[in-house]
């Protein structure tokens, strides 16, 4: 099986900073790619980053120069460094990796976290 945990969460005033981690564990033979989504209340859960093992990245436009993905490969963990928080960046922050699990099987992106809380207030 395949875990993924992420911690990090948490209140933040705006203009603040946050950094989320994810670290997958189990039985993985690579991680290709590990995203992070967010969903706030009455929205669809949205790509917020993404980075592949070869450490290309992308964001979502909302948070391009505020937020930096990155990972370690060789502890399987992914990193979000959140700075000038707004109020909208409030949310549940998703991570997800897509990863083989043997050196034969395919490439699979449904592996999921449990999901950080990230509220950013006054």
């Known amino acids: 099986q395949v875990q993924l945990v992420e911690s990090g969460g948490g209140l933040v005033q705006p203009g603040g900073s946050l950094r989320l981690s994810c670290a997958a564990s189990?039985?993985?033979?690579?991680?290709?790619?590990m995203r992070w989504y967010r969903q706030a209340p009455g929205n669809q859960r949205e790509l917020v980053a993404s980075?592949?093992?070869?450490?290309?990245?992308n964001y979502a436009d909302s948070v391009k120069g505020r937020f930096t993905i990155s990972r370690d490969n060789a502890k399987n963990t992914a990193y979000l460094q959140m700075n000038s928080l707004k109020p909208e960046d409030t949310a549940v922050y998703y991570c997800?990796?897509?990863?083989?699990?043997?050196?034969?099987?395919?490439?699979?992106?449904?592996?999921w976290g449990q999901g950080t809380q990230v509220t950013v207030s006054s």
């Open positions: 189990g039985r993985i033979f690579s991680i290709y790619a």
């Open positions: 980075i592949t093992r070869g450490g290309s990245v």
């Open positions: 997800n990796a897509e990863l083989r699990v043997d050196i034969v099987a395919p490439l699979e992106n449904n592996y």
